[in-house]
């Protein structure tokens, strides 16, 4: 190792860090209970409200600061539970082979021509969408992109040399899975939770922005979709305070994973870059 | 290879229809809970009535009937009612797909066109500035959440320099005097959701082109081009974009899903009267009826727009004719 780490992989994780502490020290940051009703209704920016209030007095700063949480959660979440699924899954698949390999992989097809977010709109209708309900319901959607990629790793190094050899010396199944496979399979699997982080950030603040999110839980989507609400909101500037700020946040927050999704590719395959190059 | 490609869209398309039915009956309490939410002004307490209800909608037959029925009622065109407007589902999905699809097929084309020629350009002068410009854009706004993007693009066009109109398919109550005034008018009208669906699209295509562009230039084909003493044009437009295509074509599937799924959120934005907008009102007013229907329809485009994108792919590449 000791590469050198690229500008784009040191922009996505300054990013993220920011972002994590605003999430972790959300308390100490935020000036105002983001709940409380701190001020008159539509505050313009003042020193009492660095970025003014809502349309019924809550601070919006705050409710930004406490927003990082909601985003963050989610795609913790999502992303664990994404590429637990996938690589389970995926990863039986290519090992064990055989006709149940065929069959995930055919329900991995189907699974992956879905319309999801429809079906994402439909589920959520029925069943509410919780911060929980959003995390499962993206984990289980969104887990066959993980499971195709494990696959084909697993596949391609169960037939190589020195796996093959482990099992002749009678090194058991889940020998050969923890000592030989697991320790190849975590660059591919840390890309896979950070990609599936960023849909996850995309999604939840796209769901909340269809008013489909937790309402107890104000997210950055929520928070667009309130301003919005407000009629003749783009007319006036109060969009500069109220809109921008929560949009620029999840545009930032999905850039940032990619950047270090592409970043850590890089990283960890430098060949395949370069060949392209 | 086309064969079990069609026979995959067939059994996803009956996954879909499936789903569509079981997944209210699972939830919790029966479809007719859903239909009647306890906390909705209309719910049923009278159990007399609600049995007449269920009666009424078959919900009193046995399961396979009741699917039954519900696949005959999708042949037949029948997708229920809406709850909220009293309306077949069917007639107000109708009213609505001819938006969704003029502003997906404008967007799905002009975000195209414009990814094959910028990302054609972008891999001719890999490493120089433009290309670092345009792919680190790209990047960028195609990592934007699409209704960020067309709330930019509103405030610019519409509020600030008053240019388009903010919301809307077409003016309200207008009376067209001639065709092209109606023209005219919808095109105005879908010059921002349009344009907002293309920035938003234009990333990922882009990036595709580049860089399947730059692999094809590494070519031995290329070489022998060049030494043959080919215009520059002939070079690039006539042998390298034409192979980079492939790749393009083949993502062409996965790219009209995302632009439909861009479109249900640029629909609420600008009040454009599509599927998408459909389903945001009814989601409102838990509306389960459209919001089924919508989901059904949405998936069926989406799906044939997987199998119309292989199939063009199998007619331009003879290897995945033949494999």
Same mark, same amino acid.
């Given at each position: 190792?000791?590469? #050198?780490?690229?500008?784009?992989?040191?922009? $996505?994780?300054?990013?993220?860090?920011?972002?994590?502490?605003?999430?972790?020290?959300?308390?100490?940051?935020?000036?105002?209970?983001?709940?409380?009703?701190?001020?008159?209704?539509?505050?313009?920016?003042?020193?009492?409200?660095?970025? %003014?209030?809502?349309?019924?007095?809550?601070?919006?700063?705050?409710?930004?600061?406490?927003?990082?949480?909601?985003?963050?959660?989610?795609?913790?979440?999502?992303?664990?539970?994404?590429?637990?699924?996938?690589?389970?899954i995926?990863? +039986?698949?290519?090992?064990?082979?055989?006709?149940? &390999?065929?069959?995930?992989?055919?329900?991995?097809?189907?699974?992956?021509?879905?319309?999801?977010?429809?079906?994402?709109?439909?589920?959520?209708?029925?069943? $509410?969408? $919780?911060?929980?309900?959003?995390?499962?319901?993206?984990s289980?959607? +969104?887990?066959?992109?993980?499971?195709?990629?494990?696959?084909?790793?697993?596949?391609?190094?169960r037939? #190589?040399?020195?796996?093959?050899?482990?099992?002749?010396?009678?090194?058991?199944?889940?020998?050969?899975?923890?000592?030989?496979?697991?320790?190849?399979?975590?660059?591919?699997?840390?890309?896979?939770?950070?990609?599936?982080?960023?849909?996850?950030?995309?999604?939840?603040?796209?769901?909340?922005?269809?008013?489909?999110? &937790?309402?107890?839980?104000?997210?950055?989507?929520?928070?667009?979709?309130?301003?919005?609400?407000?009629?003749?909101?783009l007319l006036?500037?109060?969009?500069?305070?109220?809109?921008?700020?929560? %949009?620029?946040?999840?545009?930032?927050?999905?850039l940032?994973?990619?950047?270090?999704?592409? %970043?850590?590719?890089?990283?960890?395959?430098p060949?395949?870059?370069?060949?392209?190059? | 290879?086309?064969?079990?490609?069609? =026979?995959?869209?067939?059994?996803?398309?009956?996954?879909?229809?499936?789903?569509?039915?079981?997944? *209210?009956?699972?939830?919790?309490?029966?479809?007719?809970?859903?239909?009647?939410?306890?906390?909705?002004?209309?719910?049923?307490?009278?159990p007399?009535?609600?049995?007449?209800?269920?009666?009424?909608?078959?919900?009193?037959?046995?399961?396979?009937?009741q699917?039954?029925?519900?696949?005959?009622?999708?042949?037949?065109?029948?997708?229920?009612?809406s709850?909220?407007l009293?309306?077949?589902?069917?007639?107000?999905?109708?009213?609505?797909?001819?938006?969704?699809?003029?502003?997906?097929?404008?967007?799905?084309?002009?975000?195209?066109?414009?990814?094959?020629?910028?990302?054609?350009?972008?891999?001719?002068?890999?490493?120089?500035?433009?290309?670092?410009?345009?792919?680190?854009?790209?990047?960028?706004?195609?990592?934007?959440?699409?209704?960020?993007?067309?709330?930019?693009?509103?405030?610019?066009?519409?509020?600030?320099?008053?240019?388009?109109?903010?919301?809307?398919?077409?003016?309200?109550?207008?009376?067209y005097?001639?065709?092209?005034?109606?023209?005219l008018?919808?095109?105005?009208?879908?010059?921002?959701?349009?344009?907002?669906?293309?920035?938003?699209?234009?990333?990922?295509?882009?990036?595709?082109v580049?860089?399947?562009?730059?692999?094809?230039?590494?070519?031995?084909?290329?070489?022998v081009?060049?030494?043959?003493?080919?215009?520059?044009?002939?070079?690039?437009?006539?042998?390298?974009?034409?192979?980079?295509?492939?790749?393009? =074509?083949?993502?062409?599937?996965?790219?009209?899903?995302?632009?439909?799924?861009?479109?249900?959120?640029?629909?609420?934005?600008?009040?454009? *009267?599509?599927?998408?907008?459909?389903?945001?009102?009814?989601?409102?007013?838990?509306?389960? *009826?459209?919001?089924?229907?919508?989901?059904?329809? =949405?998936?069926?485009? =989406?799906?044939?727009?997987n199998?119309?994108?292989?199939?063009?792919?199998?007619?331009?590449?003879p290897?995945?004719?033949?494999?």
């Amino acid at each position: 190792m000791g590469r #050198r780490i690229g500008a784009d992989l040191l922009f $996505g994780l300054t990013v993220l860090t920011l972002i994590g502490a605003t999430a972790l020290l959300a308390p100490v940051l935020a000036p105002y209970d983001p709940r409380a009703f701190s001020g008159q209704p539509l505050e313009r920016p003042s020193r009492a409200h660095l970025l %003014g209030t809502n349309d019924v007095g809550q601070d919006i700063l705050s409710e930004l600061v406490y927003g990082a949480r909601v985003s963050l959660i989610v795609a913790l979440g999502a992303a664990t539970g994404t590429v637990v699924l996938g690589a389970l899954i995926g990863g +039986f698949a290519g090992y064990i082979g055989g006709w149940l &390999d065929g069959l995930l992989m055919r329900l991995v097809d189907g699974m992956m021509s879905l319309p999801r977010l429809p079906l994402f709109i439909l589920i959520a209708a029925f069943i $509410g969408a $919780g911060v929980p309900q959003t995390v499962a319901v993206i984990s289980l959607l +969104f887990w066959p992109t993980t499971a195709r990629i494990v696959r084909a790793q697993v596949q391609s190094l169960r037939q #190589r040399g020195y796996i093959r050899m482990a099992r002749q010396f009678g090194g058991g199944h889940l020998y050969v899975l923890t000592r030989h496979i697991l320790p190849q399979m975590a660059p591919l699997l840390i890309s896979g939770v950070v990609n599936a982080a960023g849909w996850a950030v995309a999604m939840e603040a796209g769901l909340a922005f269809l008013g489909l999110g &937790d309402p107890t839980a104000k997210s950055w989507g929520l928070m667009m979709r309130f301003a919005l609400n407000l009629p003749g909101l783009l007319l006036t500037d109060r969009w500069l305070w109220w809109l921008l700020p929560p %949009g620029l946040c999840v545009t930032l927050l999905v850039l940032a994973l990619t950047f270090v999704g592409i %970043g850590l590719e890089r990283h960890f395959h430098p060949r395949l870059v370069r060949r392209g190059r | 290879m086309r064969a079990r490609r069609r =026979v995959l869209y067939l059994v996803t398309l009956w996954v879909v229809v499936t789903v569509n039915f079981f997944l *209210p009956r699972l939830m919790p309490g029966d479809p007719l809970a859903a239909l009647l939410d306890p906390q909705s002004s209309d719910y049923v307490f009278d159990p007399e009535v609600r049995a007449a209800l269920a009666a009424y909608y078959g919900l009193d037959r046995p399961l396979l009937e009741q699917y039954g029925r519900y696949l005959w009622g999708i042949i037949t065109g029948d997708l229920g009612r809406s709850i909220r407007l009293n309306l077949p589902v069917a007639q107000l999905i109708a009213g609505r797909l001819p938006w969704t699809l003029l502003l997906t097929g404008t967007a799905l084309l002009l975000s195209s066109a414009v990814a094959l020629a910028m990302g054609a350009e972008s891999a001719w002068r890999r490493g120089s500035w433009t290309d670092r410009l345009l792919a680190t854009g790209s990047l960028i706004v195609s990592n934007a959440p699409v209704y960020f993007v067309g709330t930019a693009l509103i405030i610019l066009f519409g509020a600030k320099l008053r240019w388009l109109p903010l919301a809307g398919g077409r003016t309200p109550f207008a009376r067209y005097d001639s065709l092209l005034a109606a023209v005219l008018d919808i095109g105005r009208h879908l010059i921002l959701p349009a344009l907002t669906l293309t920035l938003s699209t234009l990333g990922a295509k882009f990036l595709l082109v580049r860089n399947s562009m730059v692999s094809v230039l590494g070519e031995d084909f290329m070489l022998v081009a060049r030494a043959k003493g080919l215009p520059e044009g002939r070079l690039k437009w006539g042998h390298a974009l034409r192979n980079a295509l492939l790749p393009f =074509v083949a993502h062409l599937a996965a790219h009209a899903g995302m632009t439909v799924t861009g479109a249900l959120f640029i629909e609420t934005l600008f009040n454009y *009267p599509g599927m998408g907008r459909l389903i945001f009102e009814s989601v409102g007013a838990r509306d389960y *009826p459209v919001i089924q229907g919508v989901f059904l329809v =949405v998936s069926a485009v =989406v799906l044939t727009a997987n199998l119309l994108a292989d199939l063009l792919n199998a007619r331009l590449d003879p290897r995945v004719r033949e494999a």
